[in-house]
């Protein structure tokens, strides 16, 4: 039993939205991600999708897009990222799929980790930075916080903390945040995140040993494509 890790899979099966524009790392990307994850990933794995999952706009739209991940092997621990403007009520969402976990303001607990998480936001010292980015970041700290406290309450003490979010936990500039500070409060261990896309943007992704932490960029062309083994559990 494994956990594995894949963000940005930026599906349009039901919508006009090619991601091929985008370069070509983004050709058939669906096909290879398929392809890729049959090869690996087995009905009892769990896997990590950190957001930017579906491009439809309504849930009708990105049902057929959902129902493709369900359909692949493993247990999918899916998180909300900022294209995911599909993602409604959360316990309407838990009630859709057999296979599929939509987590805010908690955890998904396997057996030997916690998973927790929220989309998070861009962060102070990025170029750019509003004061309505301030009111998201804050709001994204307390979902943040929420997931973790909920997942030390009521999950077992002895398993492993893993974070996730859509956004990189810090700026630019890979300076501290409030999100590194909550993992570091909280004794995680491992945090995955997305978003970021092309060779450039890349290096502004902390990766890497951090106090204690480690931090991995899994956005789906970073990856080419191939979901990212995070834990061997047994």
């Not at 940005?8 to 058939?28: A, C």
């Not at 987590?103 to 936001?121: A, K, L, P, V």
Request: aromatic share 10%; hydrophobic share 35%.
């Amino acid at each position: 039993m494994s956990i594995f890790v894949i963000a940005d899979l930026h599906l349009s099966l039901s919508v006009d939205k090619p991601m091929d524009i985008y370069g070509g790392q983004w050709v058939n990307h669906a096909e290879r991600i398929k392809k890729n994850w049959m090869k690996l990933i087995k009905e009892e794995d769990t896997v990590i999708i950190p957001g930017d999952i579906s491009w439809g706009l309504r849930l009708a739209e990105a049902m057929e897009d959902l129902k493709w991940i369900d359909d692949l092997p493993g247990k999918k621990v899916l998180f909300k990222g900022n294209h995911d403007l599909w993602w409604n009520s959360i316990g309407k969402l838990n009630k859709l799929f057999e296979h599929l976990t939509f987590i805010q303001n908690t955890y998904y607990e396997t057996e030997n980790h916690r998973i927790c998480g929220s989309r998070g936001w861009t962060c102070p010292g990025e170029s750019g930075f509003t004061q309505q980015d301030q009111k998201i970041y804050q709001r994204e700290l307390g979902r943040l916080r929420l997931s973790l406290e909920n997942a030390v309450k009521n999950g077992e003490s002895s398993k492993e903390l893993i974070a996730v979010l859509h956004f990189p936990p810090t700026n630019e500039k890979l300076e501290s945040s409030g999100f590194t500070d909550i993992f570091e409060e909280f004794g995680v261990k491992k945090v995955v995140y997305g978003h970021l896309h092309g060779r450039e943007a890349y290096k502004n992704g902390l990766q890497g040993m951090k106090n204690g932490i480690e931090y991995y960029l899994t956005s789906c062309d970073k990856l080419e494509c191939v979901p990212l083994q995070l834990e061997k559990e047994s």
